[in-house]
């Protein structure tokens, strides 16, 4: 059993004690929830910025791997000749080296420095290939020869390498007396994708060309 004060002033005493008790209780629950909100917030920024981590390693492996996709722009200089640039600026091509159809029977061409494609290295063969599969003496629209295209390039200071199927687009014109002619028109990418060997599916291309055209 608990013991009454008896005096006023036993009365007031013990109340004061107990209202400083309530405050010390009061105080201790603030201080607590202070350290919580500490707490929270330092694990709110932590969290933030582990998703900024992660973010930004996302980021870097997705510009990591458009870096590493080449796409080749082709741009007429003059009628025999394309040039190469390629559609991201920070890609530098070194060298590459062209793969034609078994049927113009030439070898494979190798360039260094500036990116190009030349009708000269393959006019001739074309004629006598399109000749031989008696596809028409003048295109109606832009004609087709597929060609597997390795570049090496460099991007953000390291070396990589590109391999594609891109289809050079060109037009034929005949003419009884100075025989035909060949005006190169643009690249085409075709495919990345190599399930079979690139002069295969070259070879499998200029055929399927050779037939939507006869």
Known sequence: MTDTPDTPTEQRAAEAAAIRRRWITLGEMLALLA????????YLNWSD??????EKAIASRQASVRAAKLILNARADGDDRLLLTPAAADQIVQSQTFLFPTALNIAA??????????ARWFD???????????????????????V???????????AREDRAIYD???????????GHDVTLRGLSLVTREMGQS?????????????????
């Open 49 to 54: 910025k582990q998703d900024e981590r992660a």
């Open 124 to 146: 001739n063969a074309l004629k006598r290939a399109r000749d031989k599969d008696k596809l028409p003496d003048n295109s109606v629209g832009d004609e087709k020869l597929p």
């Open 109 to 118: 061409v190798s360039t260094t420095g500036e990116a190009r494609i030349e």
């Open 168 to 178: 050079i687009g060109y037009g034929i014109s005949g003419r009884w007396l100075s």
């Open 35 to 42: 350290v919580s909100i500490s707490g929270l917030t330092l």
């Open 148 to 158: 597997f295209i390795t570049t090496r390039f460099v991007v953000n200071g390291e």
């Open 198 to 214: 690139p002069a295969t599916r070259v070879d499998a291309r200029w055929a399927a060309v050779v037939t939507a055209r006869n």
